[in-house]
Nanobody, 118 residues
């Protein structure tokens, strides 16, 4: 089981915005690990979207979401966010947060569903 849970998904119209959350539990701290967001669209494999460093001062993005998505981290609230703007129908997917230890061990959360539709 991962020490964080995704939430905040929902239905949004094309061009709209949505903010997803990745909430930590227990003693887990986002300041100890680089964190990434991923998504998996229906019938497709899981896709890496972007990463924020443990210090929170650097991010790296996959080209299809660069400039539309941002990652922030609030260590006091033990929450990481994925702000998604100008959403498109092709952004419809289940979204996941994860870190390297989770990936290497094949652990993934339930994710949160984002549906972009008019």
């Amino acid at each position: 089981q991962l020490p964080f849970v995704e939430s905040g998904g929902g239905l949004v119209q094309p061009g709209g915005s949505l903010r997803l959350s990745c909430g930590a539990s227990g003693g887990f701290s986002f300041s100890d690990y680089d964190m990434s967001w991923y998504r998996q669209a229906p019938g497709k494999g899981r896709e890496w979207l972007g990463r924020i460093t443990r210090s929170g001062d650097d991010t790296l993005w996959e080209d299809s979401v660069k400039g539309r998505f941002t990652i922030t981290s609030d260590n006091a609230k033990k929450t990481m966010y994925l702000q998604m703007n100008n959403l498109r129908s092709e952004d419809t997917a289940v979204y996941f947060c994860n870190y390297v230890p989770g990936q290497l061990s094949g652990r993934w959360g339930q994710g949160t569903q984002v549906t972009v539709s008019s």
